[in-house]
Each structure stands twice: as structure tokens, then as C-alpha cells.
């Protein structure tokens, strides 16, 4: 499984809770997790995840995160992905969980075009944006728009219970 967390501004609300998801999956199954944060920079943090206490593994997130609360390039963040760890695979055969609400800064077009690339890597592609839980919402920003049609389970991020689901699409894939 590989995680691919938001940081940006937008999603610091979440950012937290996520990566509190994120070291309780990589305590679950070590050999077979990796974490990354997006923003305007790729950073792998599957190492600072790993301490087994999870104020140790946040703190050391932190300190390893340059562009906490930053803007967001997902399209770029995620073709860098792709080309240094999912070709070479990392993303082959694995479930992917792209964890963000979608405001792409850089280009829509670059955010679907990575999109279909790790879609044709991944076996699942999952995509929890916790705004999607709240009455009304739909998936309009350009953003999202171009990652949907390339995403296998659409979900929320916004709470415990929305995690427990995340967990059982992961579980069930």
C-alpha cells in the first residue's frame, strides 16, 4: 500500500489525523507501507513513521516536511512519484490512496495524465477528500475533476468513521 498525504494549506484541517492513519497502517503491515506528503514538494516519511510511539512519529513528520501548509501541485507531485518510486514499482500492483481535497495549483490536464499512469500501475486507486462528506458537496474543482474518472473508491476523510471506511476499501482490495 502506498499513501500519498496532502499537506497543503487547504488540508491542514486533516493533514494530522491522516498521518496518524498513515503510521497506524505502516505499525499494521511494515514491509509492505509506504508514506509520502504532497504540497509543492514529494517527501517520503515512511522512515519518521516508524518510530512506534505516534507523538515520536508526528514529530519527527514534521521536522521532516518542508512545505507543510503550502500550496498544492498534485499533478507534478505525482508525476515525480511516479518517475523515481511507481514505475520502478513501488505503485505496481499496489492499492495507492491519494488523501486530498483536490485543489491543484499547477494543471488539471498533468493531475489526469498521472492519474491514468498510476491507474494503469496500481491494482486500486483510492481517493478519500473529506470535504466529500459534507451535504451538497460535488466534485467540481478542476482537480478532481481530472482524477476522478481514474479512481476505483471515492471516499471521505473527515473523520474516525470515514478512516474505518478507508480502511475496509483498503482491506477489501
Known sequence: MVLLIDVSGSMSPYA????RFAHAALRC???????????????????ELRHREPDA????VSSAIPDWSGGTRLGEELKEFLDRFGQRGMARGAVVVVASD??????ATLLGAQMARLRRLAHRVV??????ARPGYEPLTAGMAAAL????AFVAGHSLAAL???AGVIGDA
Not at 494530522?16 to 498521518?19: C, E, K, R, T
Not at 509520502?36 to 516519511?45: A, E, I, K, P, Y
Not at 512519529?57 to 519527527?60: F, R, V
Request: aromatic share 6%; no cysteine; net charge negative.
Open 102 to 107: 483536490g485543489w491543484e495549483r499547477g494543471d
Open 164 to 166: 474505518e471506511e478507508l
Open 29 to 47: 503491515a511494515p514491509r509492505s507501507t509506504e508514506v509520502f506528503t504532497v504540497g509543492t514538494r514529494l517527501t517520503r516519511v515512511t522512515r
Open 149 to 152: 474518472p481514474h479512481v476505483d
Open 127 to 132: 481517493w478519500a477528500n473529506p470535504h466529500k
Open 16 to 19: 494530522d489525523v491522516l498521518l
Open 57 to 60: 512519529a508526528m514529530a519527527a
